[in-house]
T-cell receptor, first 116, second 111 residues
Framework: EAGVAQSPRYKIIEKRQSVAFWCNPI?????LYWYQQILGQGPKLLIQ????????DSQLPKDRFSAERLKGVDSTLKIQPAKLEDSAVYLC??????????????FGPGTRLTVL | SQKIEQNSEALNIQEGKTATLTCNYT??????LQWYRQDPGRGPVFLLL?????KEKRKERLKVTFDTTLKQSLFHITASQPADSATYLC??????????FGAGTRLFVKA
């Protein structure tokens, strides 16, 4: 079974530029997450999709971040314009909920963003 | 306010010993708790899940305990090996399928 794919793996941009990240979840996984992980911290949820609908985007800085999930499969996360504090690893994860109502997430390798 | 606390300092142990990592939380009522492993430059990998009505779970050399009264989970790796060196993340599963991650504890196992 193929895992969660993300691209690019690394990106360096200057502040005020825009950037986009792509994620392809595990086939059949209805739930998709984008997390931001700053060095030394745990993953922080930015947005959660169930199929192509948004379940939780309460921590997404909507003035600069946007995300969409095309046809309930692939997803893109965009930052426009980027700030220095956006330097982090952006992780995509997917999951399929089991009957026990638990949610085990499978993560991609992440995209390391550096904003100069 | 809601908090998840994991040992902020790195844990250094000798190969063959048991590593014990702690996860404490406040102002949450998790339905379950998970432990993930994260290696440098990679995404977290799921290890174990324990539900609120379970006291202990085991998987090979791993053992997790969950005390909802103390609001604490302990994660044990027995007969530790250098390959166990990584960051271990505690994650709470709350109502509504929301998962909250702790900051993680770095474990170093010396040969």
């Amino acid at each position: 079974e193929a895992g969660v794919a993300q691209s690019p793996r690394y990106k360096i941009i200057e502040k005020r530029q825009s950037v986009a990240f792509w994620c392809n979840p595990i086939s059949g996984h209805a739930t998709l997450y984008w997390y931001q992980q700053i060095l030394g911290q745990g993953p922080k949820l930015l947005i959660q999709f169930q199929n192509n609908g948004v379940v939780d985007d309460s921590q997404l800085p909507k003035d600069r971040f946007s995300a969409e999930r095309l046809k309930g499969v692939d997803s893109t996360l965009k930052i426009q314009p980027a700030k220095l504090e956006d330097s982090a690893v952006y992780l995509c994860a997917s999951s399929v909920r089991d009957r026990g109502r638990t949610d085990t997430q499978y993560f991609g390798p992440g995209t390391r963003l550096t904003v100069l | 306010s809601q908090k998840i606390e994991q040992n902020s300092e790195a844990l250094n142990i000798q190969e063959g010993k048991t590593a014990t990592l702690t996860c404490n939380y406040t102002n949450y009522s998790p339905a379950y708790l998970q432990w993930y492993r994260q290696d440098p430059g990679r995404g977290p990998v799921f290890l174990l899940l324990i539900r609120e009505n379970e006291k202990e779970k085991r998987k090979e050399r791993l053992k997790v305990t969950f005390d909802t009264t103390l609001k604490q989970s302990l994660f044990h790796i027995t007969a530790s090996q250098p390959a166990d060196s990584a960051t271990y993340l505690c994650a709470l599963g709350t109502g509504g399928f929301k998962t909250i991650f702790g900051a993680g504890t770095r474990l170093f196992v010396k040969a």
